[in-house]
Nanobody, 125 residues
Framework: QVQLVESGGGLVQAGGSLRLSCAAS????????MGWFRQAPGKEREFVLS????????YYADSVKGRFTVSRDNAKNMVYLQMNSLKPEDTAVYYC??????????????????WGQGTQVTVSS
């Protein structure tokens, strides 16, 4: 299986930036897509963005387009989430996840078979 570990969360003021990292280990060859999701208290887990592991195609939720950027370093088995112009509504636990097949919707949590433990991002106003 695949193990995922996020890091880089913290407290930041509105308008600031953070970069989250996701380290992948295990059966890397089984990864088709890496996704970032977030979950705020009392809300459902929501799609943030995704990147295909090999081809690099990316998809973004409308709420983060132009502010968040995803990148990957296949040699290091790392995926990064650069978050700029942060808003209080971005406050959530952020999770990276791995999808192990090329079917279904990249934006649905149920399509991802491996998850990290999450990292808290808090944006103060």
């Amino acid at each position: 299986q695949v193990q995922l570990v996020e890091s880089g969360g913290g407290l930041v003021q509105a308008g600031g930036s953070l970069r989250l990292s996701c380290a992948a280990s295990g059966r890397i060859s089984s990864i088709y897509t890496m996704g970032w999701f977030r979950q705020a208290p009392g809300k459902e887990r929501e799609f943030v963005l995704s990147i295909n592991w090999s081809g690099g195609s990316t998809y973004y939720a409308d709420s983060v387009k132009g502010r968040f950027t995803v990148s990957r370093d296949n040699a290091k088995n790392m995926v990064y989430l650069q978050m700029n112009s942060l808003k209080p509504e971005d406050t959530a636990v952020y999770y990276c996840a791995a999808r192990h097949w090329n079917s279904g919707s990249y934006s649905l949590p149920a399509e991802y078979g491996s998850w990290g433990q999450g990292t808290q991002v808090t944006v103060s106003s």
